[in-house]
């Protein structure tokens, strides 16, 4: 394969066991799902299986044999012995929100286990900081089962209303709490998991300490349905914030958010949950869309830094305004308007979580789902902006995110009038200016977004090849007959 970036010119790309031929049909395999799940259990007409197809970027079109819905563990296994025994591919899936088409398809001879019907509450303890749930619970609803405990699961994404705890965790999902609570694989102490032969690994753990071999929940946390079906979590819960301080601060570019960063850092240290950079083109298209009822801004910038810092109870109010007052006198920013109300705060994060979906209202757009260490964001942004206005002039940039991971997800609009079609064909050359920049900062090709069958290929090429070949390794011993989720990840 041509090595477009680089780095991996080495890469040797092992070759994964192509998955047994599958020795029924399909009408067969409806039946075995059936008479394992009940007629409920089973979604075998096409017609019925359009939420579980279709993924939010409309990029993957490929049809299932079957969705089969387990309503316990046990189902889950015996779905797993059948589907190893006759070599049939399976794609766990929870609420079908993932970005890389990991979720969906990609031969179209594969079933779809949902594991919706998994969504209860096992066990939540306070004085340990833990709550046990079934991997098919929605991200929202474990926040409310946390919420009314006085507890909080602090893992935010603007999909949280439909993704599911399985899914959350198998992506190893970010989203924009990880500055002070880390990404998924951190917030989660244990997992309960189908092998692909249907064993049980009984991994739940509530452990703070453990050493007594490998971290198997790290494997399995990540893994894209690569290794199995994860049918429960131990998740860390904690003491809900007395308050949250939230603004929306007017930076003059990505540097001088940078030093408001590290700034805001040193004075709230942990309590910092968030930092996301907006550039004003967001402002500008989801105001022109009437997609903010206001402008939530304190006015005309060419950045945006929504910040947010938490209050304990006990601890002093009035944090985030003292450091902005800080950063008002040595001149770092001029303007910034703090949230003085939930209504505020929740207008603030609307301008945020809407800037995946604005870009659609303004036709096309080439994404990037991209992390650099945090210091060369600003050279990221600069340098990956100028290279795809070369590529395609008048391309829009349109990069936003959590800077304070230093992960940028860093999307370009069609230029105005453009054709999108043409736009989108001519879509590669700007994707490999932006990786050979990533690369060359020391970044990753995908921050949390993860590989699924978007990016197998782009794996291959960038991955460190012993790093790959020990994925294979794990792969081919945990699913000797690559049954998981067929085709993802590694190809
Ligand atoms: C509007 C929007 C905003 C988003 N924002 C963010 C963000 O800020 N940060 C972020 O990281 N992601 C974000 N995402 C991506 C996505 O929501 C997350 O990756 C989410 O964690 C996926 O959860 P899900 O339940 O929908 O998983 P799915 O999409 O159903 O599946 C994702 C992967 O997990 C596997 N999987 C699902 N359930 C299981 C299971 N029980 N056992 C084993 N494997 C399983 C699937 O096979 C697939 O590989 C966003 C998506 C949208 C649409």
């Known amino acids: 394969m041509e090595a477009r970036w680089g780095k991996l010119a080495r890469a040797r790309n092992p070759v994964f066991k192509a998955p047994i031929p599958m020795s029924l049909s399909t009408a067969e395999i409806i039946a075995q799902l059936t008479a394992l799940l009940g007629p409920g259990g089973v979604i075998a007409d096409p017609a019925q299986m359009g939420a579980y197809l279709n993924e939010p970027r409309k990029r993957f079109h490929v049809p299932a044999i079957a969705v089969g819905l387990p309503a316990t563990v046990e189902q889950v296994q015996a779905i797993a012995r059948f589907a190893n025994e006759h070599g049939v591919g399976l794609i766990p899936q929870g609420g079908n929100t993932g970005l890389?088409?990991?979720?969906?398809?990609?031969?179209?001879?594969?079933?779809?286990?949902?594991?919706?019907?998994?969504?209860?509450?096992?066990?939540?303890?306070?004085?340990?900081?833990?709550?046990?749930?079934?991997?098919?619970?929605?991200?929202?609803?474990?926040?409310?089962?946390?919420?009314?405990?006085?507890?909080?699961?602090?893992?935010?994404?603007?999909?949280?209303?439909?993704?599911?705890?399985?899914?959350?965790?198998?992506?190893?999902?970010?989203?924009?709490?990880v500055l002070a609570f880390g990404n998924a694989r951190e917030l989660c102490m244990g997992v309960e998991a189908v092998l692909a032969d249907g064993r049980l690994y009984q991994g739940l753990s509530s452990l703070k300490k453990d050493n007594t071999?490998?971290?198997?929940?790290?494997?399995?946390?990540?893994?894209?349905?690569?290794?199995?079906?994860?049918?429960?979590?131990?998740?860390?819960?904690?003491?809900?914030?007395?308050?949250?301080?939230?603004?929306?601060?007017?930076?003059a570019s990505p540097e001088v958010a940078l030093t408001l960063f590290q700034s805001l850092r040193e004075r709230a240290g942990s309590r910092l949950n968030a930092f996301e950079l907006i550039p004003w083109i967001g402002l500008d298209i989801q105001l022109r869309h009437g997609m903010l009822d206001r402008d939530p801004t304190a006015g005309p910038s060419p950045w945006y830094a929504l910040v947010e810092i938490s209050r304990m109870k006990g601890g002093t109010s009035g944090a985030l305004q003292s450091a902005l007052e800080a950063a008002f006198e040595t001149g770092l920013v001029d303007n910034a308007v703090i949230a003085e109300s939930l209504a505020d705060r929740t207008r603030m994060w609307d301008f945020r979580e809407q800037m995946s979906e604005c870009q659609s209202r303004e036709g096309a757009s080439i994404k990037h789902d991209v992390s650099v260490p945090i210091a060369a964001v600003p050279q990221l942004i600069a340098e990956g902006s100028i290279a795809a206005q070369r590529v395609v002039p008048g391309i829009r940039p349109v990069p936003f995110g959590h800077m304070g991971d230093g992960n940028i997800h860093f999307n370009f609009s069609q230029p105005v009038g453009a054709d999108g079609k043409a736009f989108m064909a001519g879509a590669e050359p700007v994707h490999a200016a932006i990786y050979e920049i990533v690369l060359k900062l020391g970044g990753s090709v995908s921050a949390e977004h993860g590989i699924g069958q978007l990016k197998t290929e782009l794996l291959k090429q960038v991955k460190d090849p012993v790093a790959l070949e020990m994925m294979h390794a794990i792969k081919n011993a945990l699913d000797p007959k690559g049954i998981m989720n067929p085709g993802k990840m590694l190809g």
């Open 100 to 177: 890389v088409g990991a979720q969906v398809p990609l031969r179209g001879d594969e079933v779809i286990i949902s594991l919706s019907r998994l969504d209860k509450v096992r066990a939540i303890d306070i004085a340990a900081g833990t709550m046990t749930v079934e991997a098919g619970m929605i991200l929202e609803n474990a926040h409310k089962a946390a919420e009314a405990e006085g507890a909080m699961f602090p893992l935010w994404l603007a999909s949280q209303g439909s993704a599911r705890i399985g899914g959350v965790l198998s992506s190893n999902a970010g989203g924009v709490n």
């Open 213 to 251: 071999g490998y971290d198997l929940k790290d494997l399995l946390v990540g893994a894209e349905g690569t290794l199995g079906i994860i049918t429960a979590a131990t998740l860390k819960i904690f003491p809900q914030p007395e308050e949250f301080e939230t603004a929306l601060v007017n930076v």
